[in-house]
């Protein structure tokens, strides 16, 4: 019983210890900042390279690290994953209730977290669960969004994040 609880024990430490590595939080920041820029200067080109999964919007080493780009009706305007290009993603909830798209453009917009995505200290992350792309695994992210007005005079959420954690619950 005791062997069990030790392996079980780093077992998650295991896990949990995987998820230092890889982009961080200020990674993220960075790749949306960077985003916002080239959105504001060229919005239409940055876009097209977004959906075309290239760098620097898309880590080539890591597929779970990538940028995306909502307008303010929540369609998807740019993502690597061109299945999601186009799709209206309003009041689609995450694994746990989480409607985290609509909370992003609430709190965006200067409204209060109203729904069940976890709190995040700063407003300008919001915690859900997604799917990682590179390990095809349920887990907890956090992303970082702004809102910016585009070279085309439209208003778009651009946005990044990292995987924090496996799931195991909704409860981190």
Not at 66 to 77: C, E, G, K, S
Not at 128 to 145: D, F, G, I, S
Not at 159 to 172: F, L
Request: proline letters at 4%; aromatic letters at 8%.
């Amino acid at each position: 019983m005791i062997l069990r609880s030790i392996a079980g024990l780093v077992s998650v430490f295991v896990a949990v210890s995987a998820f230092g590595e890889g982009p961080s939080e200020k990674d993220a920041q960075k790749l949306v900042n960077d985003t916002v820029a080239a959105i504001k200067a060229d919005a239409p080109g940055t876009i097209a390279k977004i959906n075309a999964g290239a760098a620097p919007f898309k880590d080539p080493k890591d597929a779970g690290f990538y940028v995306f780009v909502y307008d303010t009706n929540l369609n998807m305007v740019a993502h690597p994953d061109k299945a999601l290009v186009g799709r209206n993603l309003k009041g689609k909830a995450d694994a746990c209730g989480c409607l985290f798209r609509d909370e992003i453009l609430n709190r965006a917009k200067g409204g209060k977290a109203a729904t069940k995505c976890k709190a995040s200290k700063d407003s300008a992350w919001v915690d859900y669960v997604y799917k990682n792309p590179e390990k095809k695994t349920l887990e907890h992210k956090k992303t970082h969004y702004v809102l910016t007005k585009g070279g085309d005079g439209k208003e778009y959420l651009v946005m990044a994040g990292v995987y924090v954690a496996p799931m195991t619950s909704c409860d981190k």
